[in-house]
Each structure stands twice: as C-alpha cells, then as structure tokens.
T-cell receptor
C-alpha cells in the first residue's frame, strides 16, 4: 500500500539549532516529493519539491531536503532554526502521471525554544 | 504566479443549512482541483478530485450527496456542504493543478476555509 510516514509527531529544538524532519514513503515507483509548512489556521506553503535530477533540493526559508532512493526517504533539514519556523510540516508524495493525487504524511509539529 | 484563493475564509452556519465554498485559480487554468478536509492537529484527508467539465471522483467514505462538488470552469470549483451538521465542522482546503505543466503533478493550495456548524 502507498503511504507516507513522518515518524516524529512533535519535535522541539532551540533557536539556532539544526533541524531534521524525517519522511519515509512506500510507493510503487519513484514519486514526486514535496514538503509543505502550515501555520495555525493557515493553508499550506510549499517549501520545496523533488521531481528528478539532483537529489539535494534547496527550498525557501533556508530549508533543504535530500532524496535517498535506497532508503525511500526525503528528509527535510535546516542548519539554524528561527523562532518563526515553529509550525506544522507535512511531507507529501504524488504520482508522476495519472490522477496526480497526493498522499500526505501525518505531519510533524515543530516547537522552537527561545 | 500560481495563486489559489478560497472564499469565504471563515463561515458559521446553522445545523441543517447548506454552505458553499469557492476555490479559484487566479492566474492559471486548473484542469484538476482537489478538495481536502483537515481536522484539528491532523493531516489533510483528500475528499474528492474534480476535473473541469466532468463529475467529481470521491474518495472512499466521502458522501457525494452531502459534499457536492462542481468544477464548471477552468478557474472555479465549488464545494457545497448540504444539510450541514456539527460533525461537518472542519477546515476545508482546495488545491489546483496547472494543466499546462504536463507531467508535473504539483498542486497549488488555497488558504483554507474554516467551517463551523452550530
């Protein structure tokens, strides 16, 4: 079955510390991969995406993610977290053709300590 | 570019009434739109996929007679919650796919609509 797993429901880091949010997927073929951020009561903002090519993807707000095919993972990283990064983060995968329906992970809630 | 809007952003309605939520792609043609529902502190659940000019495809467990979806143009899709009940209270998010980007399945998300049924 197709699925996306975000193993960490909550993560707390201190401001200025590095961050890594994990995402693993189970899919029939290499899908398109996305990371979104959602602030309370808001919609989703795309942080970055992977379609093909370089497996290290740079996004907005200083985020990057690395696609590892052998591990079926697409982990999100940031070298130095800012207090404004506190939010909910969702990993999503989508097919490269057909219905284009996404499968979302359950999300990771990030708390940043001052 | 690739902006999706939703209206209203917040709506309160009485139990038994119907409410319509609009989703518009402002600067691109959305051949496919998606409707999601999100409960507090939970992930997004896909409700249905709508293609312009054709009937929506609903996910398993979603009542098509309760959640009416219309995608009458390349820039507008509507979700009507009929005979709303308090359990329909939720955050509804739409997304749209740009049909010009063949092979690139990226969806653009709207800001969401908070529905509260009293």
């Amino acid at each position: 079955a197709q699925s996306v797993t975000q193993p960490d429901i909550h993560i707390t880091v201190s401001e200025g510390a590095s961050l890594e949010l994990r995402c693993n997927y189970s899919y029939g073929a290499t899908p398109y991969l996305f990371w979104y951020v959602q602030s309370p009561g808001q919609g989703l903002q795309l942080l970055l995406k992977y379609f093909s090519g370089d497996t290290l993807v740079q996004g907005i707000k200083g985020f990057e993610a690395e696609f590892k095919r052998s591990q079926s993972s697409f982990n999100l990283r940031k070298p130095s977290v800012h207090w404004s990064d506190a939010a909910e983060y969702f990993c999503a995968v989508g097919p490269t053709s057909g219905t284009y329906k996404y499968i979302f992970g359950t999300g990771t809630r990030l708390k940043v300590l001052a | 570019g690739a902006v999706v809007s939703q209206h209203p952003s917040w709506v309160i309605c009485k139990s038994g009434t119907s409410v319509k939520i609009e989703c518009r792609s402002l600067d691109f043609q959305a051949t496919t739109m998606f409707w999601y529902r999100q409960f507090p502190k939970q992930s997004l659940m896909l409700m249905a996929t709508s293609n312009e000019g054709s009937k929506a495809t609903y996910e398993q467990g979603v009542e098509k007679d309760k959640f009416l979806i219309n995608h009458a143009s390349l820039t507008l899709s509507t979700l009507t919650v009929t005979s709303a009940h308090p359990e329909d209270s939720s955050f509804y998010i739409c997304s749209a796919r740009d049909g010009r980007l063949a092979g690139k399945g990226e969806q653009y998300f709207g800001p969401g609509t908070r529905l509260t049924v009293t």
